[in-house]
T-cell receptor, first 114, second 114 residues
């Protein structure tokens, strides 16, 4: 089945540690995105990538880093510089079709800093 | 600049009554528009999408939305609410321009009472 997988589903981290969230898609989509979701604030864009080996900062990129070495993979690293990393993280991908864009979301990773 | 405004942060209805969740957008280009639903601690599920075809779009679970370019609106409706509809709903815009990321509304929480 085609889709987006995120792992792990739940992640716990001690303060001061870096942690990497996985996002893999087998949809052959060009564009991939990382969002952070906090209660009452909707989704905010962290980073996005339109093609392999290229990515752009979103609205809240500070304290995060990404890589896009393969089309199907877009891992997100939450660094110790991120002041308040506890949140729900969603990965998405999209592809442009004749009628516009189509997009899909992964199931999310809930990160808790202890 | 592109933006999405969900006009209500919280909507409460009784089971069996109509649902209206409002969304206005601002885009310099002809956009693709989506409504997503998120149940607690879950990822986002696509309800419906508008991609420059029919302006009245029917989605899953009895939801539909009408794209009104003159009003820059894409309101979500359902004739009769069900208890299982209680969730958070997001209006999303993708301006049809290469290299542009998703734009999310802040979300509307729908409560359904018996």
């Amino acid at each position: 089945d085609g889709g987006i997988t995120q792992s792990p589903k739940y992640l716990f981290r001690k303060e001061g540690q870096n942690v990497t969230l996985s996002c893999e898609q087998n949809l052959n989509h060009d564009a991939m995105y990382w969002y952070r979701q906090d209660p009452g604030q909707g989704l905010r864009l962290i980073y996005y990538s339109q093609i392999v080996n290229d990515f752009q900062k979103g609205d809240i990129a500070e304290g995060y880093s990404v890589s896009r070495e393969k089309k199907e993979s877009f891992p997100l690293t939450v660094t110790s510089a991120q002041k308040n990393p506890t949140a729900f993280y969603l990965c998405a991908s999209s592809i442009r079709t004749g009628g516009g864009y189509e997009q899909f979301f992964g199931p999310g990773t809930r990160l808790t800093v202890l | 600049a592109q933006s999405v405004t969900q006009l209500d942060s919280h909507v409460s209805v009784s089971e069996g009554t109509p649902v209206l969740l409002r969304c206005n957008y601002s885009s310099s280009y002809s956009p693709s528009l989506f409504w997503y639903v998120q149940h607690p601690n879950k990822g986002l599920q696509l309800l419906l999408k508008y991609t420059s075809a029919a302006t009245l779009v029917k989605g899953i679970n009895g939801f539909e939305a009408e794209f009104k370019k003159s009003e820059t609106s894409f309101h979500l409706t359902k004739p009769s609410a069900h208890m299982s509809d209680a969730a958070e709903y997001f209006c999303v815009v993708i301006p049809n321009q290469a290299g542009t990321a998703l734009i999310f509304g802040k979300g509307t929480t729908l409560s359904v009472s018996s």
